[in-house]
């Protein structure tokens, strides 16, 4: 049974901070089993203190959890009593002085410019008719244009493009807007899908305000069927699917860019990063590239 504070928290948490559902949803998934174990003990999070809280921790720990699951559990515990304790449900903060056990950044995996096209150009010899084909393009097109998240351009409304745009609106985390150009081929893509998916809805005598609209509960092509279909896109070209994902192209767009001459604020902002950190992971990724380089091309690195 859900604990009556877990809904509370949420609800306010959505109100504030404008949280995506598929973030709640990991908040409260986090927390009702992070309250289940407490009455397994039973406790109750009105009673825990900061020994049951590490001690549910060191069990995830024990259990065999990765550390950015533990991190990411302690994360929403804190918020959690943080919350607690502003709302007057507790007279302290349990979870406030706990450390938790970090989460190491991995380097996303690279994916070179040759490869990018090798995807694009399979993609546009792909698809069971030409609403698929038009469509499949237009989605890959945008997202190595312009970075997008895959849950922001699965649900791109379809007015943002109307009238052949140079740049588009884009709503990203919490609720933040930023304005994103395309490139010639994105725009030439998504005016070709935009009549295609006109006249498929004139057909049906539908309409939908998605531009990638579909007959599921949520309105539109989903994030499931985008990883899908980029991992048979990707066989396709004679790729290795478990390296190419929605997101490995969104770190293919600010790895080329930067590699290209574009500068780190440029980057974060076209990527909607709020702290330029997030976006120092791509000059990482670039040194890996540049001592790769040397240590393969240098004429002392030759037998």
């Known amino acids: 049974m859900t604990h009556p504070w ?21 908040y409260c998934k986090d927390l009702e089993k992070f309250c289940t174990h407490l009455s397994c003990k039973a406790l109750s999070a009105e009673t825990a203190t900061r ?9 995830l720990d024990a259990a065999g959890y990765a550390t950015a699951t533990r991190a990411r559990n302690l994360s929403t515990i804190k918020q959690f009593y943080r919350f607690a304790f502003h709302e007057g449900f507790r007279p302290d ?32 010899n792909s698809g069971r008719t030409q609403f698929d084909r038009c469509r499949n393009i237009c989605l890959l097109d945008l997202l190595y244009a312009t970075g997008m998240r895959v849950s922001e351009l699965v649900s791109l409304p379809v007015a943002s493009v109307r009238g052949n745009p140079e740049m588009i609106l884009v709503r990203g985390k919490g609720g ?41 509960k949520i309105g539109h092509f989903s994030r499931i069927q985008f990883f899908t279909l980029i991992k048979q896109l990707a066989a396709q070209a004679g790729l290795d699917p478990s390296k190419i994902s929605p997101h490995s192209l969104r770190h293919a767009f600010a790895t080329h ?6 500068d780190l604020r440029t980057i974060q902002m076209l990527l909607g990063h709020s702290d330029i950190s997030t976006t120092e992971i ?22």
């Open 6 to 26: 877990i809904p509370v928290f949420l609800e306010a948490t959505q109100a504030e901070n404008d949280t995506a559902n598929n973030t709640l949803l990991a």
């Open 51 to 59: 020994a049951d809280i590490e001690e549910f921790l060191l069990g």
């Open 93 to 124: 903060d349990p979870a406030g002085q706990i450390k938790g056990p970090g989460s190491l950044k991995k380097l996303p995996v690279i994916i070179r410019e040759k490869d990018v096209d090798r995807l694009l150009k399979a993609t546009r």
């Open 176 to 216: 933040r807007e930023r304005m994103v150009p395309l490139s010639a081929d994105a725009r030439s893509s998504t005016q070709d899908w935009l009549a295609v998916r006109d006249a498929k809805m004139a057909e049906n005598r539908k309409s939908s305000v998605f531009l990638f609209p579909n007959g599921s």
């Open 257 to 262: 860019l930067l590699a290209n001459g574009a």
């Open 282 to 303: 791509y000059t990482h990724v670039l040194d890996e590239r540049l001592k790769a380089l040397v240590l393969e091309k240098h004429p002392l690195a030759k037998p």
